[in-house]
């Protein structure tokens, strides 16, 4: 029996994560436009100081300047190298892609990070289960190849309008969040 607060709560944590599915994954499209006016550093900037007024916001809310100033002052070179590589350089990387390729191809490039980070801590810890990892790259190798590759190969209208320097940035991107 699951009390009724607890269903009730359940769905707002499923209607946020829905929510904050559908904001992340209209990046690309979104910014394209955006890109065109100004740029991909100031749209990074913007995307930068947002995200820390509202993550500051919502954690002096939910547990008051105490803990942010103790995690801030302990974790002090943890959050800053996370913060300017994790998100500042992955996003200039991402949008400065984005003003060289379509939004499709540049949001698929730069999601593959959860590949590279199976590729780089296979490199730095050896697996219990090589064939698990490797045939999980592959698979996700492989469906990037279908969705990217026959563009490239038939020269489409989306393949001939792909960069290089677009696909390299988009990926250093990906590398960088992983």
């Given at each position: 029996?699951?009390?009724?607060?607890?269903?009730?709560?359940?769905?707002?944590?499923?209607l946020?994560?829905?929510?904050?599915s559908?904001?992340?994954g209209?990046?690309?499209?979104?910014?394209?436009?955006?890109?065109?006016?100004?740029?991909?550093?100031?749209?990074t900037?913007?995307?930068?100081?947002?995200?820390?007024?509202?993550?500051?916001?919502?954690?002096?809310?939910?547990?008051?300047?105490?803990?942010?100033?103790?995690?801030l002052?302990?974790?002090?070179?943890?959050?800053?190298?996370?913060?300017?590589?994790?998100?500042?350089v992955?996003q200039?990387?991402?949008?400065?892609?984005?003003?060289?390729?379509?939004?499709?191809?540049?949001g698929?490039?730069?999601?593959?990070?959860?590949?590279?980070?199976?590729?780089?801590s296979?490199?730095?810890s050896?697996?219990?289960?090589?064939?698990?990892?490797?045939?999980?790259?592959a698979?996700?190798?492989?469906g990037?190849?279908?969705?990217?590759?026959?563009d490239?190969?038939?020269?489409?209208?989306?393949?001939?309008?792909?960069s290089?320097?677009?696909?390299?940035?988009?990926?250093?991107?990906?590398?960088?969040i992983?």
């Amino acid at each position: 029996f699951c009390p009724l607060w607890r269903v009730a709560q359940r769905g707002r944590v499923t209607l946020a994560l829905v929510v904050a599915s559908l904001l992340w994954g209209s990046l690309y499209p979104a910014a394209k436009p955006v890109l065109a006016v100004t740029g991909p550093m100031q749209v990074t900037f913007c995307r930068v100081a947002l995200a820390f007024v509202t993550l500051g916001a919502l954690i002096l809310l939910r547990s008051g300047p105490g803990l942010l100033t103790q995690q801030l002052r302990a974790h002090w070179r943890a959050v800053l190298v996370l913060g300017m590589f994790n998100f500042a350089v992955s996003q200039i990387l991402a949008l400065s892609a984005q003003s060289l390729l379509p939004a499709s191809v540049n949001g698929l490039l730069n999601n593959t990070h959860p590949l590279w980070v199976a590729i780089f801590s296979a490199l730095f810890s050896p697996p219990r289960r090589p064939a698990l990892l490797i045939g999980g790259s592959a698979v996700a190798l492989v469906g990037v190849g279908l969705v990217f590759l026959p563009d490239l190969a038939f020269g489409t209208a989306a393949g001939a309008s792909l960069s290089p320097l677009g696909i390299a940035l988009s990926l250093a991107g990906s590398a960088v969040i992983a």
